[in-house]
């Protein structure tokens, strides 16, 4: 079955800094997608950035980039130069792709907080 | 604002009641997801529709019912609610049901709380 694990509930860094979110996958398929979602206290859910499987270059969106490490399963996201309102909980999500469906696996997802 | 709207913003209601969350996908979108977001459970995936047409039906309850309406837009129906039926319960939309770069856009959610 397909996982996605974010083993840091809590992370703290500096305004201004970068960060690195973790964020590792299974799956036994060869064609899937990654997604990472940002949650601020108000509760919506805002689209960030998207990996595909068979990108060979990892994904960037502004201060936000993918590192994509098809061999060990990850696709962490980096954030540069953090701001206050970075402070949010973020989430990796994983699409099946050969499934034909669209469904998202969320993980439990990471809170990150940007002291000023 | 992604485009996808819900309503309502918060439902408060009593155990074993029905309610109905409703929501409009972006302007073009095809698909749409349900979730559901509770502390003990994460964000779970509850059903898809395709331009009208259940597509996946993940984790829902057989009290929750949904269905995607000629003019795409959607409706959740939760009957004979429970305590632990409180959560947030996002709608997201997408343009298709392939894959590649589809990515779902979420509406701000209907948040049900159960008393």
């Known amino acids: 079955a397909q996982k996605i694990t974010q083993t840091q509930p809590g992370m703290f860094v500096q305004e201004k800094e970068a960060v690195t979110l973790d964020c590792t996958y299974d799956?036994?398929?060869?064609?899937?997608?990654l997604f990472w979602y940002k949650q601020p206290s108000s509760g919506e859910m805002i689209f960030l950035i998207y990996q595909g499987s068979y990108d060979e270059q990892n994904a960037t969106e502004g201060r936000y980039s993918l590192n994509f490490q098809k061999a060990r399963k990850s696709a962490n996201l980096v954030i540069s130069a953090s701001q206050l309102g970075d402070s949010a909980m973020y989430f990796c999500?994983?699409?099946?792709?050969?499934?034909?469906?669209?469904?998202?696996?969320f993980g439990q997802g990471t809170t990150l907080q940007v002291k000023p | 604002d992604s485009g996808v709207t819900q309503t309502p913003k918060h439902l408060i209601t009593a155990t074993g009641q029905r309610v109905t969350l409703r929501c409009s996908p972006r302007s073009g979108d095809l698909s749409v997801y349900w979730y559901q977001q509770s502390l003990d459970q994460g964000l779970q995936f509850l059903i898809q529709y395709y331009n009208g047409e259940e597509r996946a039906k993940g984790n829902i309850l057989e009290r929750f019912s949904a269905q995607q309406f000629p003019d795409l837009h959607s409706e959740l129906n939760l009957s004979s609610l429970e305590l632990g039926d409180s959560a947030l319960y996002f709608c997201?939309?997408?343009?298709?049901?392939?894959?590649?770069?589809?990515?779902?856009?979420f509406g701000p959610g209907t948040r049900l709380t159960v008393l």
């Open positions: 997201a939309s997408s343009v298709n049901l392939q894959g590649g770069t589809d990515t779902q856009y």
């Open positions: 799956t036994s398929d060869q064609s899937y997608g």
């Open positions: 999500a994983m699409r099946d792709e050969p499934s034909n469906t669209g469904k998202l696996i």
